[in-house]
């Protein structure tokens, strides 16, 4: 591309996915104007790139410069503002130390089977989806059945 500014061309190519860079050389300053103008807001060229390219272009493109520079308009100046994560330390539950665990839900379940209820014969599914966590096993207990 004889007739492009260097510096318009690099920032089209860190910017833009490969089917994206196939432009006249008239088009080229002004796409890499919008694309210079959101970079100097804060957006950086691989989050740039990234959204532009996951919206494929359709198969047949009449007018590539003017649907770039519509994809590029399209995308807001100032790029997304993340908060800070904030992490929550999930508390785990106090239990004695070398306490044997066991899901609920099993625990339940054996319980039913001890007492020949109707459920028992119900799926292991059934009974996690009604009794999620789980119980220490104290002393004298078995585990689940």
Do not use: H
């Not at 004889?2 to 510096?7: E, G, K, N, T």
């Not at 459920?119 to 009794?131: C, N, Q, T, V, Y």
């Amino acid at each position: 591309m004889p007739d492009v500014d260097s510096v318009d061309w690099d920032v089209v190519v860190s910017c833009l996915p490969p089917a994206m860079r196939n432009l006249e050389a008239s088009a080229v300053p002004v796409i890499a104007n919008a694309l210079r103008e959101r970079l100097d807001a804060g957006w950086e060229p691989e989050k740039l790139y990234a959204t532009l390219a996951g919206n494929a272009l359709p198969r047949q493109v009449d007018n590539l410069p003017g649907l770039v520079a519509y994809r590029i308009r399209t995308i807001p100046i100032n790029p997304p503002r993340r908060s800070p994560r904030r992490t929550v330390k999930a508390e785990a539950p106090a239990e004695p130390a070398g306490a044997v665990v066991v899901p609920l839900a099993l625990r339940k379940r054996a319980e039913a089977r001890s007492a020949r209820s109707p459920d028992a014969g119900k799926p292991l599914s059934w009974w996690i989806e009604r009794f999620p966590g789980t119980v220490p096993v104290g002393e004298g207990e078995g585990g689940p059945e």
